[in-house]
């Protein structure tokens, strides 16, 4: 069974230039996340989708970060204009069950902003 | 929101046990789980454990659960070398409608032969 995927796997831009991520789930997984990892901390949540609808984007900075997952399968994370401090890596994950806690992780997108 | 809290860092030799403390945020957690992130890899989920358990053991892992202190550790008996990784303590909180997990900042276990 194929795993997450996410391109690319690694980025750098200038501070104010745009960036997209994308992120194929595994098949058949309804719900989709995407979580910012900075260096030394743990991933925070920045949007949770369940087939083409948002879940949980509370914590998405919604001035500069959208995300889409229009026909409920791929998924697209854009930060527009980028910030120095949205250096980080970005994690997609997937799962069938979200109630029973098993994300299953792409191998992220690492962002420098510069 | 409450962070949850890991110690960020722990050395041990090749043979020895490893014991990774958390303590979490929302005592009404039905689950906690420990993940694992090796060097340039997404996380993966190693254990979990119910809440109205105490301890759960699965080979060389045991995880041991202290609701009321709100306390969850996780033992890595034998630690080898390839156990050298991130471990990250997670709970869904019923704050998170979705049941999003939240996640610790991870502690840095290094393994030295």
């Known amino acids: 069974e194929a795993g997450v995927a996410q391109s690319p796997r690694y980025k750098i831009i200038e501070k104010r230039q745009s960036v997209a991520f994308w992120c194929n789930p595994i098949?058949?997984?309804?719900?989709l996340y995407w979580y910012q990892q900075i260096l030394g901390q743990g991933p925070k949540l920045l949007i949770q989708f369940q087939n083409n609808g948002v879940v949980d984007d509370s914590q998405l900075p919604k001035d500069r970060f959208s995300a889409e997952r229009l026909k409920g399968v791929d998924s697209t994370l854009k930060i527009q204009p980028a910030k120095l401090e949205d250096s980080a890596v970005y994690l997609c994950?997937?799962?069938?069950?979200?109630?029973?806690?098993?994300?299953?992780f792409g191998e992220g997108s690492r962002l420098t902003v510069l | 929101g409450e962070d949850v809290e890991q110690s960020l860092f722990l050395s041990v030799r090749e043979g020895d046990s490893s014991v990774i403390n958390c303590t979490y945020t929302d005592s009404s957690s039905t689950y906690l789980y420990w993940y694992k992130q090796e060097p340039g890899a997404g996380l993966q989920l190693l254990t979990y454990i119910f809440s109205n358990m105490d301890m759960k053991q699965d080979q060389r892992l045991t995880v041991l659960l202290n609701k009321k202190d709100k306390h969850l550790s996780l033992r890595i008996a034998d630690t080898q070398t390839g156990d050298s990784a991130i471990y990250f303590c997670a709970e869904i909180p019923n704050s998170n409608s979705g049941y999003a997990l939240n996640f610790g900042k991870g502690t840095s276990l290094l393994v030295t032969p």
């Open positions: 098949s058949g997984h309804a719900t």
């Open positions: 994950a997937s799962t069938p069950r979200p109630g029973d806690g098993e994300l299953f």
